[in-house]
């Protein structure tokens, strides 16, 4: 069955650098999104993104974040300068339409230190 | 907030046996969904029921969609202990997001 793959599964980062994060969701998929969870917390909407480009994004998604899918098949998210409070669980989803099951990758665990 | 909340937050159970867990949210939806997560792993999509559905079985899962009361209920008929899980009711209110409760953990007693 298709799967949503995510890359790293594990990133170790010094606060203050950029991060990318990489997605490549299910290859028929056209809607694609960003979450995170934070440690024994909720899962939290990040963005969700369909035709090139943001349909809607969190509080949580300030100036530090951007998402780019760069050709016909990665998604990704960047942090350009990374916090603490960044360090989580980031889930990557796809959805073939809306009002359509989302499905998620395995996650990428980001610690920042 | 439209956030989902589960209840209960813990449920510990003797293999074989059903397990029931309850969801409610504050605004209209478009679906609900359910998902599994093992312990430090992803999201695994479990079912969806729209907004104009009742009832949805999938295998041993079970989901019911109540739209006057804003709840949802998934049953896990016959439990294994390959169903220890969290469990999450996600609602997607507009097509581009979902909004997750905080869970249930479901503990399968062998």
């Known amino acids: 069955e298709p799967e949503v793959t995510q890359t790293p599964s594990h990133q170790v980062t010094q606060m203050g650098q950029e991060v990318i994060l990489r997605c490549v969701p299910i290859?028929?998929?056209?809607?694609f999104y960003w979450y995170r969870q934070i440690l024994g917390q909720k899962v939290e909407f990040l963005v969700s993104f369909y035709n090139n480009e943001i349909s809607e994004k969190s509080e949580i998604f300030d100036d530090q974040f951007s998402v780019e899918r760069p050709d016909g098949s990665n998604f990704t998210l960047k942090i350009r300068s990374t916090k603490l409070e960044d360090s989580a669980m980031y889930f990557c989803a796809s959805s073939i339409g809306g009002n359509q099951p989302q499905h998620f990758g395995d996650g990428t665990r980001l610690s920042i230190l | 907030s439209q956030q989902g909340e589960e209840d209960p937050q813990a449920l510990s159970i003797q293999e074989g046996e059903n397990a029931t867990m309850n969801c409610s949210y504050k605004?209209?939806?478009?679906?609900l969904q359910w998902y599994r997560q093992n312990s430090g792993r992803g999201l695994v999509h479990l079912i969806l029921?729209?907004?104009?559905?009742r009832e949805k079985h999938s295998g041993r899962l079970r989901v019911t969609l109540d739209t006057s009361k804003k709840s949802s209920s998934l049953l896990i008929t016959a439990s294994r202990a390959a169903d220890t899980a969290s469990y999450f009711c996600?609602?997607?209110?507009?097509?581009?997001?979902?909004?997750f409760g905080a869970g249930t953990t479901v503990t399968v007693r062998a």
């Open positions: 996600a609602t997607d209110a507009n097509d581009y997001k979902l909004s």
């Open positions: 029921i729209r907004s104009n559905e």
């Open positions: 605004t209209s939806i478009n679906n």
């Open positions: 290859s028929n998929h056209l809607y």
